[in-house]
């Protein structure tokens, strides 16, 4: 059974780093064509694609944020982090991790954590 | 980038057909998914790669996409389908994933 926990702070001050982990189990990140990726939902809107790591250490931003994003395999190899950078009230959203199996779609989704940036 | 365009929202009676439609640029020549989320709950995949569904998604959901328009077809409507819906592709020359704008759907 594969799952995805995603933890963080849930209340980050402007300007400041906001470091997230997604924990998973019932797959292995190494195992070639698996990618993880992180997607946000701000309040009330859509979902939007974050940036993506893959099983041969790839990886690729969203173009709208990738001066303040870095994505990373965690210290245990079932973990998946992502920093943000110099956050503002704009950042403030539910952040999910989810796995695609086959590289092109989102098989499976952590449960989300909701990141509050306010001073 | 790529950009997918959906209608806001879409009401529909129980017992008859809703349609969901993803507009984009030869959207045709993409794989497109789709994801439905109902308030305070997870994205669901319930179909991929245009009008595959994955185990445990009823056929009552069914996809399709040609030419700069991809669409969602849920037959047979209940209340239980009252979600946002988004669909979702890989943009292959930026290698970047693209979600669309959400529609919510209304059971009246």
């Known amino acids: 059974q594969v799952t995805l926990k995603e933890s963080g702070p849930a209340l980050v001050k402007p300007t400041q780093t906001l470091t997230l982990t997604c924990a998973f189990s019932?797959?292995?990140?190494?195992?070639?064509?698996?990618?993880v990726s992180w997607i946000r939902q701000p309040p009330g809107k859509a979902l939007e694609w974050l940036a993506r790591i893959d099983w041969d250490d790839e990886i690729v931003y969203s173009p709208s944020l990738n001066t303040r994003l870095a994505i990373s395999k965690g210290t245990s190899k079932n973990q998946v982090v992502l920093t943000v950078t110099n956050v503002g009230p704009f950042d403030t959203a539910t952040y999910y991790c989810?796995?695609?199996?086959?590289?092109?779609?989102?098989?499976?989704w952590g449960q989300g954590t909701l990141v509050t940036v306010s001073s | 980038s790529f950009v997918l365009t959906q209608p806001p929202s879409v009401s529909v009676a129980p017992g008859q057909t809703a349609t969901i439609t993803c507009g984009g640029n030869n959207i045709e020549s993409k794989s497109v998914h789709w994801y439905l989320q109902k308030p305070g709950q997870v994205p669901v995949l319930v179909v991929y790669?245009?009008?595959a569904r994955p185990s445990g998604i009823r056929e009552r959901f069914s996809g399709s996409n040609s030419g700069n328009t991809a669409t969602l077809t849920i037959s047979r409507v209940e209340a239980g389908d009252e979600a946002d819906y988004y669909c979702q592709v890989w943009d292959s020359s930026s290698d970047h994933y693209v979600f669309g704008t959400g529609t919510k759907v209304t059971v009246l």
């Open positions: 790669d245009d009008s």
């Open positions: 989810a796995r695609a199996y086959s590289g092109t779609h989102f098989d499976d």
């Open positions: 019932g797959f292995s990140l190494s195992t070639s064509g698996v990618r």
